[in-house]
């Protein structure tokens, strides 16, 4: 009897904990601050202090841990990674479609030639011989929609 | 009751307790362990078909119901989106296509949570945060009773006091050593 209740409490517990992955964290984004991916780049310095929110098709997510979802931008051929520390924020791989709002502040990590020429291999595009940037977002906030 | 019959009531209890909590952290522990070598939240399937694609609008509703035709797919195309020049993808509501044109050919793609696994993953890195959190302190407490209240189950040379004390010596050197090795 104690056995059947303590494995029934449990059971709610899972039910519960599923119901609370909702799809948005931490309050969800300020959409009053939408600035548009291919504008956010091309002042990419002022974002990485001015906190923004930007809107994107998610192209792409973490497999693993959900650290991290590619944003489609409204430009053709680009897009931004939305990056967090693993566990702050767990993105569903199942959002691979989806509409993500995201608001935080833009990182700019500068890339070795090596580096660079890694990431256009994967892009299957041709090697350069002077060293990108990566543009990562780092959100304190974001809301995915269907 | 004294109080070696009340540690033993409440050992056995908690124990009891304790199972549920204990198998949801312990499976999803090794699960995220070795999730580089097995995606415990996710079964990924990738089917690969020929299609003719070269030198064809992509971007037209024509086009895309055509395809959707021929991989007798009964979905909608929610997003279109071209990653680099080679590469176009359809999100569908179940699925996912990879077009690459220059290759005539096309991935579908199916994403699908693993049944319990990944909901114990979830449950394991706090993606539930507040309440879960709270109840995984209450659970941590719990351990600690019980990892204590164990050393007075048995009295004398049968418990802690006699051989089986190594044991209890043996949990502690293996943390140590690894902070000593690994110079943590």
Wanted: contains cysteine; glycine residues 6%; aromatic residues 10%.
């Amino acid at each position: 009897m104690k056995t059947g209740v303590i494995l029934a409490t449990m059971a709610c517990v899972l039910m519960f904990s599923q119901l609370a992955i909702g799809k948005t964290y931490n309050g969800g984004a300020d959409k009053s601050k939408l600035v548009s991916i291919s504008q956010l780049l091309s002042e990419a310095q002022r974002y990485t202090t001015q906190t923004s929110t930007i809107q994107g098709t998610i192209t792409r997510v973490c497999k693993k841990r959900g650290c991290w979802m590619q944003l489609a931008s409204d430009k053709k051929f680009q897009s931004l990674r939305v990056k967090v520390r693993d566990g702050d924020m767990v993105f569903p791989m199942t959002a691979q479609g989806k509409t993500a709002y995201a608001t935080g502040t833009l990182k700019i990590k500068p890339l070795t030639l090596e580096q660079t020429n890694q990431k256009r291999t994967a892009q299957n595009l041709s090697p350069v011989d002077t060293p990108e940037v990566l543009h990562l977002f780092i959100p304190t906030a974001v809301t995915i929609e269907d | 009751m004294s109080w070696f019959q009340l540690n033993r009531s409440l050992h056995r209890d908690i124990g009891y307790f304790c199972i549920g909590m204990t198998l949801v952290f312990a499976i999803s522990g090794i699960a995220l362990n070795h999730i580089h070598q097995f995606n415990s939240n996710y079964q990924v399937s990738r089917i690969t078909h020929s299609v003719q694609l070269e030198n064809l609008d992509l971007e037209t509703p024509y086009f895309e119901n055509q395809l959707l035709q021929k991989l007798a797919l009964d979905d909608t195309i929610k997003a279109r989106f071209w990653p680099d020049q080679t590469t176009y993808k359809l999100f569908l509501q179940t699925s996912t296509l990879y077009l690459y044109p220059s290759q005539n050919k096309v991935i579908v793609e199916q994403v699908e949570p693993r049944f319990l696994l990944r909901q114990l993953n979830a449950l394991h890195l706090n993606e539930a945060r507040a309440a879960w959190m709270w109840f995984s302190d209450f659970y941590a407490i719990l351990l600690i009773y019980l990892a204590l209240s164990s050393l007075f189950m048995i009295k004398g040379k049968r418990g802690v006091l006699g051989p089986r004390g190594w044991l209890v010596i043996a949990g502690f050197a293996a943390p140590a050593a690894f902070i000593y090795v690994y110079s943590l």
